[in-house]
Structure formats: structure tokens, C-alpha cells
């Protein structure tokens, strides 16, 4: 089963290197990982995607929890949350093409950031679907690199509301 | 805890002084310490504080990382021990992960280069916190001097208290030479560190004395937490109020009186007969402390196969690791066995329970051939046990078959007395570790048994042990070959020996056509002479006669005393539970 852990951390030097090196060595398979600081400048957030049984997921939690500059763990999987990749594609762009692409571009509410003789850069962000939808579509104009952020996600407020992804 | 320091509270201190003052007030009164290059401010601090710290210089880092266990696995308190950088710390890398492994708090210091040079492959340059990052419970790069008292405290906290753990420092040189104002009380930074002891709830104490209650064949599996967390007393009352017998592990040794009768001696690989049986057939396993530990288990979906098992343990990660616990109880040992005793009622009726545990020890105690016409290892620590049981002796091992023999043949009496490196299982631990001892005890007997191989592996320590008057026994137990494996060898490889004989190439033993006995001419190196030339006293002996004379001369020796025994190699651990296997499959001759 898919898994998506938020650890809150430290933000000293070392930290991903601690935390990616445990994994590792108790073999634990992680899809995806994001770092970025919190509002507080002391502490930064990670975002792991990991896929494993309850018995493994209980497990990368508890070795997560031990590393003393982590400060907290959630699996949120299990609670109603807002996942997000953002991506940014380049795709080959003759003149005559510019216009789909640019279509396709609005459907998914991406943004074109780059226009060049031969390509443009999109940026697009949303849920892993809709990102690797959107990379499939791109592809027969011929893909010319991606760059993914990896997962990043946020627990809903009480209400919570519909997912916009 | 803050003891008076040495210089004016307000004045300001160089790095170096600060760590050795936090030192000081974190009551630590021994460091093992080797210097170099990038130490040598560390080291110059120390002479300063000579007054209240001891210094004690090891001939290797190593060495040293293993005294500062011998001391921390003997008291409870922190061991410390201190190295250069490069090659100094990357010598500490093995006692670093050998204590993470066994839960032994230890405070490794190194010096590291300079902080304008980190990262230049400088000389004696190693990112040493990134080589031990898996090894220790956690580590530090000081990079600001102001940092430096607030660091010692965290590291103290952090390396004591849970399931205590090694901490390193790395001390650039440059820090060690700046000064600052320093403040011994600053608030720890530990945000992520649960440092309260978790409690367990009234209701799972609760829970656990119903079941002792309505248990029919309940068996206590303790481990290392139980001596860790202090708890022997509060066991041993809880066996006594219910009749429950007890097994120990490597790292349990101690927990519980072993000439107990409701002892049942160590479990698993290499443990009794009667404590297999007894776990096999329980219909209650109690682990307090314990980490299911694959030596212990051998297959594990068939360990306690019969059993509720219950977990004690104040690690949270260790529960539902291997073993599925139908009871989990996360929290500090020594409360939940004094709570449990508060309001605990015995089982209804462990009569039958008694008595086929009873016939298990008649049947299958631990036994050797007694009319061997030489010396068997088992007997020679068996005449060991006889002479010093009432000493109070500790003992120290080093790795093979002489540990095993050792916890199945001494009966410990007392927590902390066994000192074995157990979940990494160090050959080299035994001579250095017992230096530890021996400096925490100054008036203590402490006897090293070790084996040939084990002892060669850290030789350099008879200096360490003549030079700074650590005068410790050592029992070599001397085979000619590396037993432990020699024993695989002829299990599961057909007797074909590879590499496992310690002798010269060109010796027949090489390529296991030895005679069976190895000849007074053959044997290498000359263990008595290397010992002279480092200072100390030594004797051999080969003759059943012999032995019982020479071990009172050891004892009765004030000078630090090697006693070899030649024994035979052919001579297996048993029994034993092959790796992976069952208790159906236990090997008993």
C-alpha cells in the first residue's frame, strides 16, 4: 500500500543524509521525497512516499521517530489530505505545434514559463495523475526534459473540502 | 551536576576547556584518550583538570573505545573515550557500532582538522560524523565554539537516557582554540528527543497480571534492559512472589541470579536445553527488555510458538519488529516490574510446570566429557567459576566459543558483572573492555577469558594494561584456531578448513591435517614471552593438575597475569540450534 509520511525536522546539517541513509540501509523503498523549510526557520518538512505493507510502514515510522533531529512524524495516508506534484516539462515546439500545446497547457491549468525558436517550458502542478497524464499528452510533441519536485502534502482543515487537483 | 569550575564562570574559555569542564560536571572522572594532531588542545585541556580527570592512554583508539565500554557496561555511566581525527576516528567506528548495537552509553570524542579546511581532503582529514551516522544514536559537527557546552549537555542527555546509545563529537581544532563566555546551563536544543521516560498505563499493568495469573507455563525471556534500566531487584521480587522461571539473554546475564533455581540460564543458538524447551512449550512469554534478537529466535514464526507473547521494552521501534507482541508494553522497565509487583498474584498452580522444567535440567544440563585426560575449555571455566564465585569477580570476554562456554559455565550473581560484546560480537572486545572494568573498580578482580584469536586481535593493550597499572587477569583459552568457526566448519562444511587455523602455513592444521593435538613445539605465537616483554607475569598450562594451582596463582597476582590453558579444538559449542532452525532441531552432541 501507498504510503505518504510527513516528518517534521530539524534543520541542521546532516539531516537527509540520517534520514535517507536509514532508509537505505533497512532497505526501505521510498517513491518520492521532498525538503523544503517550515514557516519556522528552525525546522524543515519532509514528504516521503513510501509503498509497504502496515508492518513496514510501522516500522520506517518508528526508525523515522528515533532519529533525535526529528521532531515529528505523520503517515497521513490515512487522514482526508492535498497532494501535489509540481513539474516543470520541456517539449519541442515548431511553430505549427505551439498552439496545441498551448491548449493542452490551459486544459491542465499549467503555465507556459519559457518560449524559445524550438520549445517551451511548461510548469504544472497537481496530483501525480494528473502530472503523468499530462507527460503522456506531451509526449508525441517529443519531451525534451522533466523536472519533478516529488510529493508534497497537507492535512485538510476540519472542514475539508473538495480536492481541486 | 554543575560541579565548581575551575575558572571564573564569566571569564572567557577556550573551546577545549569548556568540553573538559562540561566533562567534569557531567561527573565523569576517566577518558580514554589517545592524541594526535588534531587533538592535541583536547589533550592539553586534560592536564589542566589532571586533578579530577584521569587519563587513561590506550595503545590504539579501538582500545580505547572498548575500555570506555568496559567502563560504561560495569557502571551504568557514561564511558568516554577521545581521538585525533582520520584514522584516530575511524578507529573508534567499531566500538562506536558495537555499543549502538548492545545499548551502551558512550561519549566518543574526536578532534577533527580545522573548520577553514573541512572538505578539502585536508591531512587527517575524515567527515567522520557522516562515516557514523548509522552507528550512534546521534552525533555532532561542532562549527561554533558557543555551541560547545550546550552540545556536552545534549550528548550527556541524549547518550543516558530511552535505550541508551554511543554520541559523537567532532571538535575542529580551530574550536578548540577560540574562546567564548560559556554558559554550562544553556537549554538544550532537542526538539525531536523523547526524553521523559514513557510510563505504561495502569491498564496494560493491569492486563499482564491477568495473564500471569491464568498462565499455566509462563516463561520470563530478559534481556538487556533489564540490567540497563536497573531492574534486577524488582525481577527478581516478581519471580519470587510468582514461581515464574526465567531465561536470560547474552545481554540478560546478570539480570537475574543465574544459581537461581528458577533460573533456567541463557536462551537460544547456544542456550540451555531446558530454556528452549521451556519457550517452545510456554503458553506465556514474557519479554522484559529483549529485541528478539535472530540468535535468540533462530525461525521466528515458530519462536514461543505456543505462547501469548507479551514485550516490555522502552524502545518503541524494537516492539512488533520481529516478533508480533499480543501485549506491548512500551516504557521503562524498572516501572512496570515495580507496579506489576504491587498488585501481581501468582499463577494458579505452576506444580506441573515446576516439575517438567525439572526433568528438563536432569535430563540435558550443559555437560562435557569430565574424563577428558586434558583441559577442556568448559572445565577451565568451570574451575574459574569454582575459585571466584564468591569475588564478586567481573568477567569480560572476548569473542567465539570461550564467550558462549563462558555464559553457559559462570553463574552471574549481580547485574553488570558480564561484560560481552553480544549483538556485534567484536573479537578484540575482551583485554581492552576489562582495562574499563578494571578502571571503574580499581580494587576489583577482573579476568579477561578470551580465546587466541580474540586476544591477538587488541595484544597492544598488555602495554595499556602494565603502563597505566590496570594489573587485570586474562584466561586465554588457547586452541590454535578460530573455534567458533572451526565449529561451523566441521557442522555444515564437511570439516574443511578454511583459513580458521592461527599457526604458521607450512603447519599440517593449515589444511586440517592436524594430529589432533597440537604439539608444545607448534604452538605460536609464544603468548607467555609477548606478555613478559609487555611487563606482565604468565604461565601455561596443558594438564588437568595443573589448572586448579595455576588459576590461584592468577588470582592471588597482584601485577597484571596471563594464564594460558592449552585446550583442544576440536571441541564443539553445545547445544545449539543451527541458524534459522527450530528447537526441534536442536543439536545436542
Given at each position: 500500500m501507498r504510503h505518504v509520511i510527513s516528518a517534521l525536522v530539524q534543520n541542521v546539517p546532516g539531516v537527509l543524509s540520517h534520514i535517507s541513509g536509514m532508509l537505505a540501509s533497512r532497505g526501505y523503498n521510498i517513491d518520492s521525497l521532498a525538503v523544503g523549510e517550515t514557516e519556522d526557520p528552525q525546522l524543515s518538512r519532509m514528504t516521503f512516499v513510501v509503498v509497504g505493507d502496515n508492518k513496514v510502514l510501522e516500522q520506517v515510522r518508528k526508525q523515522l521517530e528515533k532519529i533525535v533531529t526529528v521532531v515529528r512524524v505523520d503517515?497521513?495516508?490515512?487522514?482526508?489530505h492535498v497532494e501535489r506534484d509540481l513539474m516543470l516539462i520541456k517539449v519541442s515546439a515548431p511553430p505549427g505545434k505551439r498552439r496545441d500545446i498551448s491548449e493542452l497547457t490551459d486544459i491542465f491549468r499549467g503555465r507556459i514559463v519559457d518560449v524559445s525558436p524550438e520549445d517551451l517550458m511548461i510548469e504544472i502542478s497537481g496530483q501525480e495523475k494528473k502530472i503523468e497524464a499530462f507527460i503522456e499528452l506531451m509526449r508525441p510533441f517529443g519531451i525534451q526534459e522533466v523536472v519533478r519536485t516529488g510529493r508534497i502534502a497537507m492535512v485538510r482543515g476540519n472542514a475539508g473540502g473538495k480536492d481541486e487537483g | 551536576m554543575a560541579a565548581a569550575p575551575s575558572v571564573p564562570q564569566n571569564a572567557p574559555t577556550s573551546g577545549a576547556d569548556i568540553l573538559v569542564q562540561s566533562l567534569v560536571n557531567h561527573g565523569v572522572d576517566k577518558v580514554f584518550a589517545y592524541p594526535g594532531g588534531a587533538s592535541i588542545p583536547l589533550h592539553q585541556a586534560l592536564t589542566r583538570f589532571r586533578d579530577r580527570v584521569r587519563v587513561i592512554l590506550p595503545r590504539h583508539e579501538q582500545g580505547g573505545g572498548f575500555a570506555a565500554q568496559g567502563y560504561a557496561r560495569s557502571t551504568g555511566r557514561i564511558g568516554v573515550c577521545m581521538a585525533t581525527s582520520g584514522p584516530g576516528a575511524t578507529n573508534l567506528v567499531t566500538p562506536l557500532t558495537d555499543a549502538k548495537l548492545d545499548s551502551v552509553p558512550l561519549l566518543a570524542i574526536t578532534g577533527q582538522v580545522g573548520s577553514q579546511v573541512?572538505?578539502?581532503?585536508?591531512?587527517?582529514?575524515?567527515p567522520i560524523v557522516e562515516v557514523v551516522r548509522s552507528v550512534t544514536k546521534h552525533h555532532y559537527l561542532v562549527t561554533?565554539?558557543?555551541d560547545v557546552a550546550r552540545i556536552m549537555r545534549e550528548a550527556f542527555h541524549v547518550a543516558a537516557t530511552g535505550r541508551p546509545g554511543p554520541v559523537l563529537i567532532d571538535v575542529p581544532k580551530n574550536i578548540s582554540f577560540q574562546q567564548c563566555v560559556p554558559d554550562y546551563n544553556a537549554p538544550m536544543r532537542l526538539p525531536g528527543y523523547k526524553a521523559i521516560q514513557e510510563q505504561a498505563k495502569p491498564e496494560e499493568i493491569e492486563k499482564l497480571a491477568e495473564w500471569i495469573r491464568a498462565a499455566k507455563r509462563p516463561v520470563i525471556y530478559a534481556g538487556g534492559g533489564v540490567v540497563s534500566s536497573g531492574a534486577t531487584e524488582e525481577l527478581h521480587r516478581l519471580v519470587e512472589k510468582t514461581g515464574i522461571p526465567v531465561t536470560m539473554t547474552m545481554m540478560g546475564l546478570g539480570g537475574f541470579p543465574g544459581d537461581h533455581p528458577l533460573s533456567l540460564d541463557m536462551l537460544g543458538m547456544h542456550g540451555s536445553v531446558y530454556a528452549n524447551y521451556a519457550v517452545d512449550n510456554a503458553d506465556l512469554l514474557i519479554g522484559l527488555g529483549v529485541r528478539f534478537d535472530d540468535r535468540v529466535t533462530g525461525k521466528v514464526s515458530e519462536f514461543a510458538g505456543r505462547a501469548k507473547v507479551v514485550h516490555v521494552e522502552i524502545d518503541p521501534s524494537e516492539i512488533n519488529k520481529i516478533k508480533h507482541a499480543d501485549l506491548a508494553i512500551c516504557s521503562d522497565l524498572k516501572y512496570v516490574l515495580a507496579e506489576l509487583n504491587r498488585i501481581i498474584q501468582p499463577p494458579e498452580d505452576l506444580v506441573e510446570w515446576h516439575r517438567k522444567i525439572a526433568v528438563w535440567k536432569r535430563e540435558d544440563p550443559f555437560r562435557y566429557n569430565l574424563d577428558y585426560p586434558g583441559i577442556l575449555p568448559q572445565h577451565a571455566i568451570h574451575e574459574l567459576y569454582r575459585l571466584t564465585?564468591?569475588?564478586d569477580a567481573y568477567i569480560v570476554t572476548g569473542v567465539g566459543q570461550h564467550q558462549m562456554w563462558t555464559a553457559q559455565y559462570y553463574k552471574f550473581r549481580r547485574p553488570r558483572r558480564w561484560i560481552s560484546s553480544s549483538g556485534l560480537a567484536t573479537m578484540g572486545f575482551g583485554l581492552p573492555a576489562a582495562l574499563g572494568v578494571r578502571a571503574a573498580h580499581p580494587d576489583a578482580l577482573v579476568i579477561d577469558v578470551d580465546g587466541d584469536g580474540s586476544l591477538l586481535m587488541n595484544i597492544q593493550e598488555f602495554a595499556t594494561a602494565y603502563c597505566e597499572k590496570l594489573p587485570v587477569k586474562v584466561m586465554l583459552l588457547n586452541n590454535m584456531h578460530l573455534g567458533m568457526v572451526v565449529q561451523w566448519e566441521d557442522r555444515f562444511h564437511a570439516a574443511n578448513r578454511g583459513h580458521t587455523y592461527l599457526g604458521p602455513i607450512d603447519h599440517p592444521e593449515a589444511i586440517g591435517?592436524?594430529?589432533?593435538v597440537t604439539p608444545q613445539d607448534r604452538y605460536y605465537p609464544d603468548f607467555i614471552t609477548v606478555a613478559k616483554g609487555f611487563g606482565w607475569r604468565g604461565r601455561s598450562v596443558v594438564e588437568k593438575k595443573d589448572l586448579a594451582p595455576a588459576l590461584k596463582e592468577m588470582l592471588a597476582a597482584e601485577e597484571p597475569y596471563l594464564l594460558q590453558v592449552q585446550v583442544p579444538y576440536q571441541e564443539h559449542v553445545l547445544p545449539m540450534i543451527p541458524a534459522g532452525m527450530t528447537v526441534r532441531d536442536l543439536i545436542k552432541d
Amino acid at each position: 500500500m501507498r504510503h505518504v509520511i510527513s516528518a517534521l525536522v530539524q534543520n541542521v546539517p546532516g539531516v537527509l543524509s540520517h534520514i535517507s541513509g536509514m532508509l537505505a540501509s533497512r532497505g526501505y523503498n521510498i517513491d518520492s521525497l521532498a525538503v523544503g523549510e517550515t514557516e519556522d526557520p528552525q525546522l524543515s518538512r519532509m514528504t516521503f512516499v513510501v509503498v509497504g505493507d502496515n508492518k513496514v510502514l510501522e516500522q520506517v515510522r518508528k526508525q523515522l521517530e528515533k532519529i533525535v533531529t526529528v521532531v515529528r512524524v505523520d503517515d497521513i495516508s490515512s487522514q482526508n489530505h492535498v497532494e501535489r506534484d509540481l513539474m516543470l516539462i520541456k517539449v519541442s515546439a515548431p511553430p505549427g505545434k505551439r498552439r496545441d500545446i498551448s491548449e493542452l497547457t490551459d486544459i491542465f491549468r499549467g503555465r507556459i514559463v519559457d518560449v524559445s525558436p524550438e520549445d517551451l517550458m511548461i510548469e504544472i502542478s497537481g496530483q501525480e495523475k494528473k502530472i503523468e497524464a499530462f507527460i503522456e499528452l506531451m509526449r508525441p510533441f517529443g519531451i525534451q526534459e522533466v523536472v519533478r519536485t516529488g510529493r508534497i502534502a497537507m492535512v485538510r482543515g476540519n472542514a475539508g473540502g473538495k480536492d481541486e487537483g | 551536576m554543575a560541579a565548581a569550575p575551575s575558572v571564573p564562570q564569566n571569564a572567557p574559555t577556550s573551546g577545549a576547556d569548556i568540553l573538559v569542564q562540561s566533562l567534569v560536571n557531567h561527573g565523569v572522572d576517566k577518558v580514554f584518550a589517545y592524541p594526535g594532531g588534531a587533538s592535541i588542545p583536547l589533550h592539553q585541556a586534560l592536564t589542566r583538570f589532571r586533578d579530577r580527570v584521569r587519563v587513561i592512554l590506550p595503545r590504539h583508539e579501538q582500545g580505547g573505545g572498548f575500555a570506555a565500554q568496559g567502563y560504561a557496561r560495569s557502571t551504568g555511566r557514561i564511558g568516554v573515550c577521545m581521538a585525533t581525527s582520520g584514522p584516530g576516528a575511524t578507529n573508534l567506528v567499531t566500538p562506536l557500532t558495537d555499543a549502538k548495537l548492545d545499548s551502551v552509553p558512550l561519549l566518543a570524542i574526536t578532534g577533527q582538522v580545522g573548520s577553514q579546511v573541512i572538505g578539502t581532503d585536508a591531512f587527517q582529514e575524515t567527515p567522520i560524523v557522516e562515516v557514523v551516522r548509522s552507528v550512534t544514536k546521534h552525533h555532532y559537527l561542532v562549527t561554533n565554539v558557543e555551541d560547545v557546552a550546550r552540545i556536552m549537555r545534549e550528548a550527556f542527555h541524549v547518550a543516558a537516557t530511552g535505550r541508551p546509545g554511543p554520541v559523537l563529537i567532532d571538535v575542529p581544532k580551530n574550536i578548540s582554540f577560540q574562546q567564548c563566555v560559556p554558559d554550562y546551563n544553556a537549554p538544550m536544543r532537542l526538539p525531536g528527543y523523547k526524553a521523559i521516560q514513557e510510563q505504561a498505563k495502569p491498564e496494560e499493568i493491569e492486563k499482564l497480571a491477568e495473564w500471569i495469573r491464568a498462565a499455566k507455563r509462563p516463561v520470563i525471556y530478559a534481556g538487556g534492559g533489564v540490567v540497563s534500566s536497573g531492574a534486577t531487584e524488582e525481577l527478581h521480587r516478581l519471580v519470587e512472589k510468582t514461581g515464574i522461571p526465567v531465561t536470560m539473554t547474552m545481554m540478560g546475564l546478570g539480570g537475574f541470579p543465574g544459581d537461581h533455581p528458577l533460573s533456567l540460564d541463557m536462551l537460544g543458538m547456544h542456550g540451555s536445553v531446558y530454556a528452549n524447551y521451556a519457550v517452545d512449550n510456554a503458553d506465556l512469554l514474557i519479554g522484559l527488555g529483549v529485541r528478539f534478537d535472530d540468535r535468540v529466535t533462530g525461525k521466528v514464526s515458530e519462536f514461543a510458538g505456543r505462547a501469548k507473547v507479551v514485550h516490555v521494552e522502552i524502545d518503541p521501534s524494537e516492539i512488533n519488529k520481529i516478533k508480533h507482541a499480543d501485549l506491548a508494553i512500551c516504557s521503562d522497565l524498572k516501572y512496570v516490574l515495580a507496579e506489576l509487583n504491587r498488585i501481581i498474584q501468582p499463577p494458579e498452580d505452576l506444580v506441573e510446570w515446576h516439575r517438567k522444567i525439572a526433568v528438563w535440567k536432569r535430563e540435558d544440563p550443559f555437560r562435557y566429557n569430565l574424563d577428558y585426560p586434558g583441559i577442556l575449555p568448559q572445565h577451565a571455566i568451570h574451575e574459574l567459576y569454582r575459585l571466584t564465585k564468591d569475588r564478586d569477580a567481573y568477567i569480560v570476554t572476548g569473542v567465539g566459543q570461550h564467550q558462549m562456554w563462558t555464559a553457559q559455565y559462570y553463574k552471574f550473581r549481580r547485574p553488570r558483572r558480564w561484560i560481552s560484546s553480544s549483538g556485534l560480537a567484536t573479537m578484540g572486545f575482551g583485554l581492552p573492555a576489562a582495562l574499563g572494568v578494571r578502571a571503574a573498580h580499581p580494587d576489583a578482580l577482573v579476568i579477561d577469558v578470551d580465546g587466541d584469536g580474540s586476544l591477538l586481535m587488541n595484544i597492544q593493550e598488555f602495554a595499556t594494561a602494565y603502563c597505566e597499572k590496570l594489573p587485570v587477569k586474562v584466561m586465554l583459552l588457547n586452541n590454535m584456531h578460530l573455534g567458533m568457526v572451526v565449529q561451523w566448519e566441521d557442522r555444515f562444511h564437511a570439516a574443511n578448513r578454511g583459513h580458521t587455523y592461527l599457526g604458521p602455513i607450512d603447519h599440517p592444521e593449515a589444511i586440517g591435517q592436524g594430529i589432533g593435538v597440537t604439539p608444545q613445539d607448534r604452538y605460536y605465537p609464544d603468548f607467555i614471552t609477548v606478555a613478559k616483554g609487555f611487563g606482565w607475569r604468565g604461565r601455561s598450562v596443558v594438564e588437568k593438575k595443573d589448572l586448579a594451582p595455576a588459576l590461584k596463582e592468577m588470582l592471588a597476582a597482584e601485577e597484571p597475569y596471563l594464564l594460558q590453558v592449552q585446550v583442544p579444538y576440536q571441541e564443539h559449542v553445545l547445544p545449539m540450534i543451527p541458524a534459522g532452525m527450530t528447537v526441534r532441531d536442536l543439536i545436542k552432541d
